[in-house]
């Protein structure tokens, strides 16, 4: 379940922001006026799940992308059941969720304060409206370089918690492959989640050929694997050509 997203130079969203997206388990809306960032929202899991091109802020090609550092970090509620208990990604995800269930706006500096406040206000209402005991809170997801990230998580705290006590007074976070550590976690929770973005100004000829991932994942892989055995792509083809025409 994704309750929300931390976005960094992503389309209409610059700097680091937190847009929360659902507090409950059955629905979610996106609500505001053209031009908002909703569709930023909805392309940006479509990058992060499904691999298309990253449609960046702006400011990256005034700034250049290694200042701007894009990043696209949801922030998922999973059952702790999905790791096995005592392994590693056990250990790492209740860290992680751990800080995530308890930071407080004192972690953040001036410039992410008010969003980390935001992201605050939203956990009380999950843990409100559901039963947080039997999941981890995990804010995990991926930079423009497709390096782990866990935007503004990577604390202090996180680093004493996660490395033995040699490490520097003066480390603050995480360095890339330190945090790379947690890409089987990430690994797992993408395989969970099947995500399909149909935006609306998209063609129809397009999204309804057999062969998109968009129709596969609607079709269910049990289908898909029984049509790909008895369909070739030679006649897939075909047929996309004939319904074109």
Known sequence: MIVGIFLRYFKTYQGINYIPITDEDRF?????????????VLEALDCFFNGKEWNLHTSTKKSGITVTKPQIVPVFLVKKDVFEEGSDDFQKAS???DLALG????????STKSHLKRFIDHRANIIRNLDVGDYFLLPIGEDYNG????????????????LDSTI????NNLNADELNGFRPILDVIK????????PRELD???????????????????????LSEKVTTRQINE??????A
């Open 28 to 40: 979610c809306g996106l609500v505001g006026e053209n031009g908002i960032g909703k569709s930023s």
């Open 95 to 97: 860290i992680l969720s």
């Open 103 to 110: 930071i407080s706006e004192d972690a953040a500096g001036p």
């Open 147 to 162: 390096n782990i990230s866990l935007s503004i998580f990577n604390t202090r705290v996180l680093v004493t918690k996660l």
């Open 168 to 171: 520097e007074d003066d480390k």
């Open 191 to 198: 395989k969970l989640i099947e995500y399909i973005y149909i």
């Open 204 to 226: 129809p000829e397009i999204f309804t050929k057999l062969e998109t991932n968009e129709i596969q994942v609607l079709m269910g892989e049990s289908l898909n694997d029984i």
């Open 239 to 244: 047929i996309n050509k004939n319904l074109n």
